[in-house]
Protein backbone atom coordinates (compact mmCIF):
# COMPACT_ATOMS: atom_id res chain seq x y z
CA UNK A 1 0.00 0.00 0.00
CA UNK A 2 1.27 3.61 -1.05
CA UNK A 3 1.85 5.79 1.73
CA UNK A 4 -0.95 8.71 2.23
CA UNK A 5 1.45 11.39 1.26
CA UNK A 6 1.57 9.93 -2.06
CA UNK A 7 -1.23 12.52 -3.68
CA UNK A 8 -1.16 10.95 -7.40
CA UNK A 9 -1.70 7.62 -5.67
CA UNK A 10 -4.41 9.47 -3.79
CA UNK A 11 -6.11 11.58 -6.63
CA UNK A 12 -6.27 8.02 -8.93
CA UNK A 13 -7.98 6.31 -6.14
CA UNK A 14 -10.39 9.38 -5.81
CA UNK A 15 -11.09 9.44 -9.48
CA UNK A 16 -12.00 5.65 -9.83
CA UNK A 17 -13.91 5.47 -6.77
CA UNK A 18 -16.18 8.38 -7.71
CA UNK A 19 -16.89 6.64 -11.34
CA UNK A 20 -18.09 4.04 -8.77
CA UNK A 21 -20.64 5.86 -7.11
CA UNK A 22 -21.72 7.32 -10.51
CA UNK A 23 -22.08 4.14 -11.82
CA UNK A 24 -23.98 2.29 -8.55
CA UNK A 25 -25.93 5.86 -8.28
CA UNK A 26 -27.24 5.40 -12.26
CA UNK A 27 -28.11 1.46 -11.12
CA UNK A 28 -29.67 2.45 -8.13
CA UNK A 29 -32.19 5.62 -10.27
CA UNK A 30 -32.49 2.67 -12.87
CA UNK A 31 -34.06 0.41 -11.34
CA UNK A 32 -36.03 2.20 -8.61
CA UNK A 33 -37.47 3.77 -12.33
CA UNK A 34 -38.55 0.44 -12.67
CA UNK A 35 -35.78 -1.39 -15.14
CA UNK A 36 -35.99 -4.85 -13.98
CA UNK A 37 -32.05 -4.90 -14.07
CA UNK A 38 -28.96 -3.06 -15.31
CA UNK A 39 -25.85 -3.86 -15.39
CA UNK A 40 -22.92 -1.96 -13.70
CA UNK A 41 -19.60 -1.48 -15.96
CA UNK A 42 -16.52 -0.88 -13.23
CA UNK A 43 -13.91 -1.26 -16.86
CA UNK A 44 -13.26 -4.11 -14.96
CA UNK A 45 -15.79 -6.28 -14.68
CA UNK A 46 -19.68 -5.78 -15.34
CA UNK A 47 -22.11 -6.92 -12.85
CA UNK A 48 -25.89 -7.38 -13.90
CA UNK A 49 -27.66 -6.58 -10.44
CA UNK A 50 -32.20 -6.53 -10.02
CA UNK A 51 -34.80 -4.74 -8.18
CA UNK A 52 -33.99 -6.72 -5.80
CA UNK A 53 -30.67 -5.71 -5.29
CA UNK A 54 -31.34 -2.63 -4.36
CA UNK A 55 -30.89 -2.47 -0.63
CA UNK A 56 -27.44 -4.11 -1.08
CA UNK A 57 -26.50 -1.40 -3.77
CA UNK A 58 -27.67 1.08 -1.47
CA UNK A 59 -24.95 -0.18 1.44
CA UNK A 60 -22.30 -0.30 -1.10
CA UNK A 61 -23.11 3.47 -2.48
CA UNK A 62 -22.51 4.40 1.23
CA UNK A 63 -19.78 2.40 1.54
CA UNK A 64 -18.17 4.38 -1.52
CA UNK A 65 -18.96 7.43 -0.16
CA UNK A 66 -17.51 6.91 2.78
CA UNK A 67 -14.18 6.02 0.95
CA UNK A 68 -14.00 8.99 -0.72
CA UNK A 69 -14.57 11.12 2.23
CA UNK A 70 -11.62 9.56 3.64
CA UNK A 71 -9.25 9.20 0.63
CA UNK A 72 -10.52 13.11 -0.15
CA UNK A 73 -9.07 13.94 3.87
CA UNK A 74 -6.06 11.77 3.22
CA UNK A 75 -5.29 13.90 0.45
CA UNK A 76 -6.64 17.59 1.98
CA UNK A 77 -4.13 16.82 4.88
CA UNK A 78 -7.59 16.29 6.68
CA UNK A 79 -7.67 13.96 10.14
CA UNK A 80 -5.30 15.88 11.94
CA UNK A 81 -6.25 17.85 15.42
CA UNK A 82 -5.59 21.02 16.40
CA UNK A 83 -5.17 21.07 20.03
CA UNK A 84 -6.06 24.61 21.70
CA UNK A 85 -4.31 25.54 25.03
CA UNK A 86 -3.98 29.01 26.76
CA UNK A 87 -0.91 30.94 26.26
CA UNK A 88 -0.29 31.46 29.92
Known amino acids: M?????????????????????????????????????????GQSRQTVTRAQLPSLSQTLSMLENRLATLCARRGGGGSVVIGRPGF
Open 2 to 42: RSCSDRAWLDQRIQKTRRLIENYEEAIEQLALGEQSYTIDT
